[in-house]
């Protein structure tokens, strides 16, 4: 949700921005700009659209000398996606960029329209502009003006400032987005996201929520409100450029599709201990588990999704109540809780807003929160009481993958670590549960991924159509949500989930002839009451493609077509028809020509509510 980048120090800051920006995209795209200090004073050059613009505009003004400057991706909030809304914004002399929404900035522009500013734009960042000017007119002093400025706005914030007779330094400030500090060998960094800062260094710092960052070719300092000045500690990220690279495949969701297999085994395997469950590396003791009476999960899309897989795991393996909430609902109907219920969040990017919120609702009602990230470091994993990360690696396709099943896998541990630690799970079956999630589960992804050409054979049935619907029971149901919202954000096709036995109490009028329904049967227990679901919808004409187990598939199958899945175990299986679903949308967004990594009106980390 907007991507910011800076730099400060001796080489061209140029190409580092862009190539920042062009990492950062994946944030929002809808247009881009930069402003750098040139010997003539800051110049900005901005535009809608995508990076490409910006670059055929910057080789057109062939600027030299610029060392230091701010850069932005934008997902347009408040005005649509246009030049004059892209950033930086300029007001007198201060520059900047802006990540969140100022709430309160109608206000602040009528302020500062009455005392004479005269507004180019429609964006709540232009308001945010004229404030740490008027601020820094009255004291001269750039830090004083934006923690004046900054303490009279309402909202969320990473900004990324210059000041017109500062040249070669920059300021930093946030709350409630993301941004973090890096050292190079040749200057300092900021950006909203470490992936931007990889071709250049590895060391950086998260900014704490209170702190302001001063950057120059000499140095980095933070200041505290109170005055306090620090030297920030560097951290070394054991990322690699290639982390945020599509190592030869033809988009980041294909390639993160294939590291599935392995960011599952990663995120398990940490949390094995002699064949059991055991969270103790993430500080988390059986006696923690013991204490929990119920579990909220809460979270947003996909997170959302694995966390309805999530009420089936901690009712059926753990033996304890569970519920799911949209996390933008959550703080405004909040559920009962009983005592010893843990509010368990979801978030991949570690940042969306919505969480976030949910979240800190949660905790200020005094009920114990436990998250499950995947992006280290980021807000959410610091301000939950616990937090067990998932080992996806950086996720840049904006629909998410391996995430979504990282979280999945993790949701099992917990599940087993919970119904092991509590005694309602044996040893055995305990046992059983962590192997069909550890080895099962990754081997079964990994054999869906090499049948790459048989699905690219069934998007062909999808690609024609304006309409497809998903039907599953139980968990079948909870990952034909997932599927559908796949097909959805990528390919542009309207789908639908429906709990199979639910979609005859009226949606099935709209089957007709050829409608395609793919229906997720890897629940045995389930089978033969979605097989008659599925021959309610082929009788009408549908097209039906199933996915159930290959033994299944042996039988007498009523579906026009069938994707026989792996069938080690239970688990299995469900990874199995995830990877499927996820492939079947990339090869129907492919055959339609969609921009896959960036699908239209949408970004990667969702930090506006
Ligand atoms: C869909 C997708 C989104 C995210 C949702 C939550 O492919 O990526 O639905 O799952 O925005 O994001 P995180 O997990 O970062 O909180």
Not at 6 to 28: D, F, H, W
Not at 463 to 469: L, R, S
Not at 549 to 570: F, I, K, N, Q, W
Request: proline share 4%; with cysteine; aromatic share 6%.
């Amino acid at each position: 949700m907007c991507g910011i980048i800076g730099y400060t120090g001796s080489s061209n800051a140029l190409p580092k921005i862009t190539k920042g920006l062009s990492v950062l995209e994946y944030r929002g795209y809808d247009s881009v700009g930069l402003a750098a200090t040139t010997e003539e004073g800051i110049v900005t050059v901005k535009c809608r659209g995508r990076i490409g613009a910006l670059e055929e505009r910057l080789t057109a003004l062939s600027l030299e000398g610029c060392t230091s400057g701010i850069g932005h991706t934008r997902w347009a909030t408040h005005g649509g996606p246009s030049d004059r809304n892209a950033h930086p914004h300029q007001v007198g002399r201060v520059t900047l960029v802006h990540n969140g929404i100022i709430e309160n900035y109608k206000e602040i522009k009528a302020e500062m329209s009455a005392n004479g500013v005269e507004f180019l734009s429609e964006t709540d960042t232009e308001a945010a502009a004229a404030l740490i000017d008027a601020c820094y007119a009255a004291s001269g002093d750039p830090v004083a003006a934006i923690l004046q400025a900054t303490a009279r706005m309402k909202g969320s914030y990473a900004f990324g400032v210059l000041f017109e007779d500062r040249p070669g330094e920059v300021f930093a400030i946030r709350q409630g987005s993301p941004l973090l500090l890096a050292r190079g060998a040749d200057g300092f960094y900021l950006a909203s996201d470490l992936t931007a800062l990889l071709p250049f260094t590895t060391e950086y710092r998260c900014l704490e929520e209170g702190e302001l960052a001063h950057l120059s070719p000499d140095g980095a300092v933070l200041l505290r409100a109170g005055g306090e000045k620090i030297i920030p500690a560097w951290i070394r990220s054991t990322m690699t450029p290639e982390s945020a690279q599509k190592g030869g495949f033809a988009h980041f969701m294909c390639k993160e599709m294939h590291e599935e297999p392995e960011a599952v085994r990663k995120s398990v395997s940490s949390r094995i201990r002699e064949g059991l469950p055991d969270f103790s590396a993430d500080g988390i003791t059986v006696d923690f588990w013991r204490q929990i009476t119920g579990v909220q999960i809460v979270a947003c899309g996909s997170a959302m999704h694995a966390g309805l897989v999530g009420i089936d795991l901690l009712e059926r393996v753990a033996g304890i109540p569970a519920t799911c909430h949209i996390a933008s609902e959550y703080r405004y109907h909040p559920p009962l809780a009983a005592e010893g219920t843990l509010v368990l969040v979801i978030s991949q990017s570690g940042e969306t807003a919505d969480t976030l919120a949910a979240l800190r609702y949660a905790k200020s009602v005094g009920l114990p929160t436990l998250a499950i990230v995947n992006a280290v470091e980021t807000t959410i994993a610091r301000e939950a009481d616990r937090c067990v990360y998932t080992y996806a690696g950086p996720e840049i396709a904006v629909a998410t993958t391996k995430g979504y099943c990282t979280q999945l896998s993790v949701l099992y541990m917990l599940a087993a670590a919970i119904g092991h630690g509590c005694g309602r799970l044996s040893d055995t079956d305990a046992r059983a549960l962590v192997r069909a999630v550890s080895e099962d589960a990754p081997a079964a992804m990994a054999e869906i991924l090499s049948r790459r050409e048989e699905l690219c054979e069934l998007a062909r049935v999808l690609a024609p159509h304006d309409h497809v619907f998903y039907i599953g029971r139980g968990v079948d149901f909870a990952m034909s949500e997932e599927g559908a919202l796949k097909l959805k954000e990528i390919s542009y096709i309207h789908a639908e989930a429906y709990a199979a036995g639910e979609l005859k109490h009226g949606t099935i009028s709209l089957v007709e002839e050829g409608t395609p329904v793919i229906a997720i049967a890897t629940e045995r227990a389930l089978y033969d009451k979605t097989e008659s679901n599925v021959r309610e919808v082929q009788s009408r004409g549908a097209h039906v493609i199933l996915l159930c187990p290959a033994d299944m598939a042996r039988g007498e199958v009523s579906a026009t077509d069938v994707v026989p899945l792996p069938h080690g175990s239970e688990a299995a299986t469900l990874f199995a028809a995830l990877a499927t679903v996820q492939l079947l949308a990339y090869e129907t967004a492919a055959l339609r020509g969609c921009d896959i990594d960036r699908p239209r009106n949408l970004a990667k980390s969702v930090t506006v509510e």
